[in-house]
């Protein structure tokens, strides 16, 4: 009876010790949504469930070695132990509830997050090789950037232009894969303010797939409705001018994730000074870029690559001359 009580004492020890160990460690990032509180405390059970389970192994184990090793000059053999059917039946029973405990819990956690709420704003979320673009049907703009209001539930109705992509912000818990052909849907409430918060990529989608990442604000419902009136007007004005209307292509195509406005590396060329500029080609030569080229390198990219991006594939597009052509006065702007 010693060594049970020694042994039990050792294992509740060991088992708080790691436990408070994993907890000052800080697995996770800051919670910052209504769905990270659920999935937060089922986490922290399963931590607590783990560290008690490899303290009960780990501890006996341990003990035996020391305790019941054998004595030097000892030659007897050992207690010979056909089995214990009671033992066998209690470790089976007792595991099988506690996963079907589980399974409840979990299932209870899963419909929390995805709780519906009728006044949730939607947001029509496009993921591509490699980078986002963010829709809001009922303010009539496009962003490169996630603006959220916080404290109100989003509805995120997500589709891919072309391979599985995978919606992730860390500090939210929640993740929902994007399918090609299909609609899927991810809901998310804010709950505290940030813009360094980052909208990842979590499933492997090509060679840039470490890059696919695009901000994600949470501001007041004020700062919020600002935003959005903000880039009404820029969107009514930027529709009067070529430039402009190249713009709004650009960024609702998500053009700017692979090409960089400022001269900065990125998976494509940059387009800053990139008008009229000679252009060094894959396989030795130069082409200038003129209205032609551009137009080539938009409607059919892969007719010449430009050296150093041989690895990349940009998509093709099927734009119209005129849109083509405002894309090319928005280029020809960044000087």
Not at 57 to 69: A, E, K
Request: aromatic share 10%.
């Amino acid at each position: 009876m010693r060594h049970f009580v020694v042994v039990g004492i050792l294992v509740v020890a060991v088992a708080v010790l790691t436990y408070l160990g994993l907890h000052t460690v800080g697995l996770m990032p800051v919670p910052a949504s209504a769905q990270a509180g659920p999935i937060d405390w089922l986490w922290d059970l399963q931590i607590k469930a783990m560290t008690f389970l490899f303290a009960l192994i780990v501890v006996p184990m341990v003990y035996s070695l020391f305790v019941f090793r054998r004595r030097k000059g000892d030659t007897s053999d050992a207690e010979h132990i056909e089995g214990n059917t009671t033992l066998e039946i209690v470790w089976t029973i007792i595991p099988l509830f506690m996963v079907l405990g589980m399974a409840y819990i979990g299932a209870e956690n899963l419909a929390e997050t995805r709780r519906v709420d009728p006044d949730a704003m939607v947001v029509r979320v496009t993921g591509y090789q490699w980078g986002w673009t963010f829709d809001y049907p009922d303010y009539g703009i496009t962003s490169n950037e996630l603006y959220l209001p916080v404290n109100r539930q989003a509805l995120l109705k997500m589709e891919s232009r072309d391979v599985i992509h995978s919606f992730w912000v860390p500090e939210f818990r929640v993740k929902q894969d994007l399918v090609p052909g299909r609609v899927t849907e991810l809901r998310i409430t804010p709950t505290l303010i940030g813009d360094t918060y980052k909208v990842r990529c979590a499933e492997i989608c090509g060679t840039s797939h470490a890059y696919m990442e695009a901000p994600v604000i949470v501001v007041e419902k004020v700062a919020f409705e600002a935003w959005v009136a903000e880039q009404q007007a820029l969107a009514s004005e930027a529709g009067q001018t070529p430039e402009g209307r190249g713009l709004a292509l650009v960024t609702a195509n998500g053009c700017r994730a692979c090409h960089s406005i400022d001269g900065s590396g990125g998976v494509g060329p940059t387009w800053f000074q990139l008008a009229g500029s000679e252009v060094p080609l894959s396989g030795g030569g130069t082409v200038v870029a003129d209205d032609a080229f551009l137009k080539e390198s938009i409607l059919q990219p892969q007719a010449k690559i430009v050296a150093g991006f041989e690895a990349q594939q940009m998509p093709a597009y099927n734009f119209t001359d005129e849109q083509v052509a405002d894309i090319i006065a928005y280029i020809k702007t960044l000087k």
